[in-house]
């Protein structure tokens, strides 16, 4: 006899397939939130209150669930969207665009289990009323319960103040699936049993715990949840007419661990970094408009998390795109984009110390040679994006200021990684710090120069998509791709494309590191000194300017005292003389201590007080000298009794003086050091526990088995390195100059004086610069005069051959245009004012148009500017910033005349407060780029000097402002040649 029997399905199933099957409670967020995304939600927030019983609160603004749905789909283990004819209509979408589902088992909702025992689902449909359910996850863990013996307690209602008074009752039922009902005996007789059973044999294993039945049932009746959990909600707040939310109670640590309430204890802060490790940059930064890569998607998806206690509200992480971003990555010196097609082929761009070496698509990497590319219908890669940044580790060896390196070493801190994003959503574990999927820390313990990637400081994502990468399939728990073909070859071909970029421009074994590294080196070095030099520049004449401000006043009140010294002043005895020589010591330590040193060489608006200062300095030591001619005349005359009395008192007096200056300095070194031998030892006592501060976590890591014993000690080594080379950095230089001051050095006197001979030869560098401006003038005027020499000389021939009225008319108009050009280049003569002034960019746009008019007569050539560039105002030399527009203007005319342009077009614009001067031109050369401000380097086939550019960058480096031409495509503004003028306090009307 064939009997048949269908499965029997015990309730521990729900908690296998849920949360046990999540790798943690950040992932199971991950996975909730994608269900919000499959629900075409534009925002999923996660909200944890404080309190006696913390609760976690989810909410969304999807398309929500009817009742109907809630019991179809929500409570049916294993339902796929996809197989649902329903799934993904017009309304559902509320005006987004079709979305590639994230969820693939239909088992997402019970990774909620993993965020606390307790859940209360709240869900709302457009035109329908609200729905709300309770669970209890626990009883799923019961393994001699049925699951059909276990019922959820559901309730429908219409407004929201109703939910608060329909929750006891819905306590009351789910307790039910402890003790059962009347109603139901043999139902009740199963829970009794499956409940003593479970009781006895969990005390029988742990003694000391509590019976799970009475834990259940405790929480079910205690546990509560308020109206202020809800108010975060649109739907409550009725801006959206749909959603859903899930709230829960007892939540899970890991959760409790955000809140301020937290032990704020080692193990807490690393819950915290691996919390934000997992749910920060959920959504793709690293999408750009103008980037093509495969699968760059933006989802239109919002996510934040919030922490709430009884007085404040902090988002504890949130869409991060303003702070990490493609534009904020291609700003640091090493970056590789581009595209890997079917073959394992990477085509794309390279960036390396500060400069794009090749673009577009021209940087080509193979795939390994030994790599066997799968190609069949379940094991081929398809075509995937790729980007990934980084900076240098050390500072000395960086391109970048020392502004943007801080920014992106702070960056790195909390948001670096590597990450893999499916349809613009991110794919876990891949980026946290204890996954090395692509061997980035596994190749560094190896050789951490050459391969140089640091996943500790690099920033990018691979991009892959369910339709284009449908084998990159993830595993159950979320803990990585499933190890198969497809997964293999995607890992070695991106290992690749990461060694080879290494190999071949960043790292140890790559040439052009040899090549860059000493200038860059030397370049940082006397960047610092440099930088010192202005700091100390600065802070010495802000303490001559108070010392001037202090004294000027006293200087003044000296001179009206000393008024009546002259030479008709009076000594007619011994005391007299005895009292002049009082007079005069006091005047002379009157003027000791109103003496000023070390006036800056630049003293602007000090100027004049300063002048005035030292005339009446000069004033009252001529009257000191007065004085002294005085005595010498009367010590002749009046012959004192006991003339060493008098010498002796006078030796009490210097003396006296000299010490009382000498205990005030010593009093003041004294003080400095003290507080100074403080700052010393709390900074050795910083540097000696930071080691410990940083290393210490990984110690914990390998103890808790999340970081391996090697990558361990290679991050401890590298550590160790950075914080070496920083602490020699600060206290070498310090004991240096110590060694210095106790060979009596006077570093303070060298420094100022090296200040002001740099000064001085800046200075001669300007004139020398506006000398060769007259260069440049010449030339450029010899251009148009050669132009305008043509015509007069065609108008003459004309009138020689038939004295026609047309060559009259070209004589005319020649005479004009060069008379035009002579009132036009007046502010550039050297013989000119040398007043600085507010100069507009409506000036400059009227100028230019003024000195090339003819040239936008005749080659109909437009020079404009955006209405931004015309309320421009900067305070500068004519004479130094017009001729860097004409020189810019001029280049460009030559290019758009000679290439043929068709609507030839300049453009001034500003860009980031930045000036921006472009044409419509052929552009420059990739290879020209470098030596475009190089002197005498020029690619004009005739009447080329190659000194405009170059002239151009002195000239504005003159006052502090710089150009470069643009190579960043945000100040691309024209497709031909761009230049990007940065002016020193400019603004804006």
């Not at 802070?539 to 006293?554: M, S, T, V």
């Not at 060489?601 to 009252?620: C, Q």
């Not at 003159?958 to 400019?986: C, P, Q, R």
């Amino acid at each position: 006899m064939i009997e048949t029997r269908s499965f029997r399905t015990q309730a521990r199933t729900v908690d296998h397939l849920g949360r046990e099957q999540i790798a943690d409670c950040p992932t199971a967020i991950s996975e909730l939130w994608k269900n919000s995304y499959d629900a075409y939600a534009r925002n999923v927030s996660l909200h944890i209150f404080d309190g006696e019983s913390p609760v976690a609160a989810l909410f969304d603004d999807g398309h929500g669930m009817s009742y109907e749905e809630f019991i179809d789909r929500w409570l049916v283990v294993g339902t796929e969207s996809k197989f649902d004819t329903k799934a993904d209509n017009e309304e559902d979408r509320d005006g987004l665009p079709k979305r590639t589902k994230q969820g693939q088992k239909g088992i997402g909702r019970l990774s909620s289990a993993n965020l606390g025992p307790l859940l209360l689902i709240v869900s709302k449909r457009k035109n329908h009323d609200f729905i709300a359910a309770l669970i209890d996850w626990r009883v799923f863990e019961n393994p001699y319960l049925l699951l059909s013996d276990l019922e959820v307690p559901i309730t429908r209602f219409a407004s929201p103040n109703e939910l608060i008074n329909l929750l006891p009752d819905m306590f009351e039922r789910l307790t039910e699936n402890i003790w059962g009902t009347p109603e139901d005996l043999e139902r009740t007789k199963r829970l009794e049993l499956a409940w003593t059973t479970f009781d006895k044999l969990t005390l029988e294993n742990t003694p000391d715990s509590v019976k799970p039945s009475d834990a259940i049932a405790e929480t079910i009746i205690s546990a509560y949840f308020e109206e202020k959990h809800f108010q975060p909600w649109s739907v409550w707040q009725d801006k959206s007419g749909h959603g859903t939310a899930l709230l829960v109670s007892e939540i899970n640590d890991d959760i409790k661990a955000q809140l301020r309430s937290a032990d704020p204890s080692p193990s807490t802060k690393e819950i915290r970094k691996q919390f934000f490790a997992t749910l920060s940059a959920f959504t793709d930064p690293f999408v750009d408009s103008i980037s093509n890569e495969e699968n760059s998607f933006d989802p239109e998806f919002t996510y934040e998390v919030r922490i709430w206690d009884s007085y404040t509200c902090e988002a504890i992480i949130e869409d991060e795109r303003s702070l990490l971003n493609r534009s904020i990555t291609e700003e640091m010196e090493h970056v590789i984009s581009g595209n890997v097609d079917e073959n394992g082929v990477f085509r794309g761009q390279i960036k390396a110390f500060g400069e794009w070496r090749k673009l577009g698509s021209e940087y080509v990497i193979n795939p390994p040679k030994d790599l066997k590319i799968p190609k069949g219908p379940t094991t081929y890669i398809g075509k995937f994006g790729l980007h990934a940044a980084t900076f240098e580790q050390v500072r000395n060896s960086s391109t970048l200021s020392d502004e943007q390196f801080a920014r992106f070493r702070d960056l790195a801190d909390k948001h670096s990684g590597f990450l893999v994003f499916r349809n613009g959503l991110r794919v876990l574990p891949y980026g946290r710090v204890d996954n090395d999927f692509f061997e980035i820390e596994t190749r560094r313990s190896i050789s951490a120069g050459r391969e140089f990637w640091n996943a500790r400081r690099m920033f990018g994502r691979i991009s892959i998509s369910r339709e284009q990468n449908p084998n990159l399939r993830d595993k159950a728990g979320r803990e990585g791709f499933i190890d198969n073909a497809s997964a293999k070859a995607i890992k070695l071909i991106v290992i690749n494309i990461l060694r080879k970029a290494a190999y071949e421009y960043f790292g140890q074994a790559s040439e052009l590191r040899d090549e860059l590294l000493p200038d860059i080196q030397e370049k940082n070095e006397k960047e610092r000194a440099e930088q010192q030099r202005k700091e100390l520049a600065k802070k010495n004449a802000k303490a001559f300017r108070g010392r001037l401000k202090r004294n000027l006043p006293k200087i003044n009140s000296l001179y009206d005292e000393t008024c009546e010294v002259n030479s008709e002043f009076k000594v007619e005895n011994e005391q007299d003389l005895d009292n002049t020589q009082e007079l005069i010591n006091k005047i002379n330590d009157q003027l000791s201590d109103l003496r000023i040193t070390g006036a800056p060489a630049r003293l602007g608006a000090s100027e004049d007080d300063y002048r005035a200062f030292r005339r009446l300095y000069s004033t009252i030591q001529e009257r000191v000298k007065t004085l002294e001619a005085v005595r010498t005349e009367a010590i002749e005359k009046i012959k004192p009794s006991k003339p060493e009395e008098l010498a002796h008192k006078q030796l009490q007096s210097h003396a006296s003086r000299i010490q009382a200056r000498l205990r005030s300095w010593k009093k003041a070194i004294n003080t400095i050091q003290e507080t100074e031998s403080k700052r010393v030892e709390m900074l050795f006592d910083e540097r000696n526990k930071q080691f410990h501060g940083l290393a210490l976590p990984l110690v914990e890591q390998v103890r808790a088995g999340r970081l391996s014993l090697d990558k361990a000690l290679v991050e401890m080594g590298n550590i160790h390195s950075i914080l070496d080379t920083e602490n020699e950095d600060t206290f070498q230089p310090y004991l240096e100059s110590l060694e210095l001051m106790s060979e009596n050095i006077n570093i303070e006197l060298i420094a100022r004086q090296g200040i002001a001979e740099n000064i001085a030869l800046k200075d001669d560098l300007n004139r020398i610069n506006q000398l060769a401006q007259l260069g440049v003038t010449v030339e450029i005027l010899g251009h148009e005069l050669n132009s305008n020499e043509r015509m007069i000389r065609e108008g003459i021939r004309q009138i020689k051959s038939n004295g026609d009225i047309p060559g009259t008319r070209l004589v005319v108009e020649g005479f004009e245009a060069l008379s035009h050009q002579l009132e036009f280049l007046s502010p550039l003569k050297i013989s000119g004012s040398r007043t600085r002034r507010i100069i507009s960019g409506e000036e400059i746009l009227n100028y230019l148009q003024g000195f090339f008019d003819t040239v936008i007569r005749s080659r109909a050539i437009r020079i404009t500017a955006t209405e931004e560039f015309q309320r421009l105002k900067v305070d500068e030399l004519p004479s130094r910033l017009l001729p860097v527009f004409v020189n810019l203007v001029n280049n460009s005319v030559y290019w758009l005349v000679n290439s043929g342009t068709e609507n030839p077009q300049v453009l001034l614009s500003i860009r980031d407060s930045k000036v921006i001067v472009s044409d419509n031109g052929p552009g420059i050369d990739e290879l020209d780029q470098q030596n475009l401000f190089k002197m005498f380097f020029t690619r004009k086939s005739s009447g080329g000097r190659g000194i405009g550019l170059y002239l151009c960058r002195v000239n504005l480096m003159a006052s502090g402002h710089s150009i470069l031409y643009a190579k960043e495509s945000k100040f691309k503004i024209l497709d031909g040649a761009n230049f990007i003028i940065d002016l020193k306090g400019v603004y804006f009307e």
